[in-house]
């Protein structure tokens, strides 16, 4: 027998999981840690909420949870309720798949204004984090900025320009969904350092933007390189290139603009009590690729500013960690004997939700090679043991279904669920 411990339970961990059951068979435990009493991570509070086909990957991870093999031991956080060494000790291998949750800050004059906020916090705000749920952004208006090229740029303008309408049959928690549908803003900029053929935005979420009722997406044709150069673009890119083409072609009248400013990079963030205006500089691509600014630069009015460029994973204390890259310090996922980086926490915040599939089976490898079965580790035996003492209140997988059988009675109409946004909530909810 071995004894796994995976920490983290969005889908790093779920594929670390099943990787250890197809790599050990029954000849293994794992318990999957999450400080959350829910689990599915980003699932649940990452993904878009009106993207409700890509959430169904969660009946996935629900399957390998209901093995006789791994257990879901929620509420429990790492560094307060257990630590590292205590881990290590209970087990043959402890593998770190805690994502990559902080944002990364702009770094510039007024970044820390009210009313600069990460996409982490936003997202999880109208994700319903409990983290978050408190956030209430300043949604009054006139203009929000949006900085950043990639997908996650394109949700939260796509959520700030969406009617009530336009959110039925999402799982968005319901107190978002009201200061949305009251919200005074005109016009969100999204500001790109780069140019069009270096986004890294899809075609699909772009697609989106085009259909929306009360927004039009605007893009300036004098940003869009010649055409004939789209040839050479990646496919994935050039379809993206095509919809910001046919945006910059269309003449809608609409109440919302959703503005593409690319060749712009912020500089400064002004305001009094709260943000104002972005300061921003045009930017070009110099030769050997580099961005630089050329000096040249304007002000958009904006009540909020939202900084999607990009996420890092937060320290464990006695955990070799990369500053520069936000990261563990690991070699192929190898932090030191019996621990493991898994997903973002492993390479950073990049790929797609099934490029840690290969990641967490990768994983299940080298506890295979790293690892000898029935070792004297105590394992699951020994957590429990740990945790009572200490008066921890666990979460099952099956509590968790009861609060997810609570989420869904408690839906309003046509939604697949109301989430709980307090921890509080979601013990009642288990315990009644």
């Known amino acids: ?54 959430k169904g990957v969660s009946r996935r991870y629900e399957a390998t949870a209901l093995s006789d093999n791994i257990r879901f031991v929620g509420n429990v956080t790492v560094g307060r309720d257990v630590t590292i060494a205590e881990l290590t000790d209970l087990y043959d ?28 916090a936003f997202v999880g705000w109208y994700n319903g984090h409990p983290d978050f749920a408190g956030l209430a952004p300043p949604l009054h208006g ?17 959520i700030l320009a969406k009617t009530g309408d336009e959110f039925a049959g999402s799982d968005i928690v319901a107190h978002a969904l009201g200061q949305l549908g009251e919200h005074e803003i005109e016009t969100v900029t999204i500001l790109a ?9 899809t075609p699909k979420e772009l697609g989106e933007l085009g259909g929306l009722s009360r927004a039009v997406p605007v893009v300036d044709p004098a940003d869009l390189p010649p055409e004939h150069l789209d040839a050479a673009l990646d496919p994935g890119v050039r379809k993206s290139v095509a919809h910001l083409r046919a945006f910059a072609d269309r003449g809608d009248d609409k109440p919302i603009t959703v503005a593409f400013d690319f060749y712009a990079m912020p500089i400064r963030i ?34 909020m500013v939202v900084a999607c460029i990009g996420y890092r994973t937060p320290p464990i204390e006695g955990v070799p960690y990369d500053t520069k890259l ?23 915040p990049t790929g797609t ?16 090679a790293d690892t000898v079965a029935d070792s004297d580790k105590a394992g699951r035996a020994g957590l429990d043991m740990l945790l009572a003492d200490r008066g921890v209140d666990i979460v099952t997988f099956r509590d968790w279904q009861a609060i997810e059988r609570a989420e869904i009675a408690n839906a309003r109409a046509g939604a697949p669920r109301e989430k709980f946004v307090a921890v509080k909530a979601m013990l009642a909810a288990r315990d009644r």
Do not use: K
């Open 353 to 368: 939700i099934g490029t840690n599939r290969p990641d967490g089976f990768l994983t299940a490898e080298h506890i295979a």
């Open 1 to 54: 027998m071995r004894h796994i411990a995976v920490i983290g339970s969005g889908p790093a961990g779920y594929y670390t999981a099943e990787g250890c059951l197809r790599q050990f068979g029954d000849g293994v435990r794992v318990d999957i840690l999450d400080r959350l009493p829910v689990p599915y991570g980003l699932i649940r509070t990452g993904v878009a909420p009106d993207h409700q086909s890509i």
């Open 142 to 158: 006139p203009g929000a900025v949006v900085v950043g090229a990639g997908n996650v740029a394109l949700d939260v303008a796509r």
């Open 93 to 120: 291998a402890v593998v770190l798949a805690t994502g990559a949750p902080s944002d990364r800050t702009l770094d510039i004059p007024g970044d820390d204004l009210p009313g600069v906020i990460g996409s982490a």
């Open 270 to 303: 002004e305001g009094g009590a709260h943000v104002e205006r972005v300061i921003v500089e045009r930017t070009r691509i110099e030769p050997d690729g580099r961005t630089v600014g050329t000096g040249e630069t304007y002000a958009i009015p904006a009540a």
């Open 326 to 348: 936000g990261r563990f310090a690991n070699v192929e996922g190898r932090i030191a004997p019996g621990l493991y980086a898994v997903g973002w926490a492993r390479r950073g």
């Open 193 to 201: 350092r780069r140019g069009p053929h270096q986004i890294a935005m």
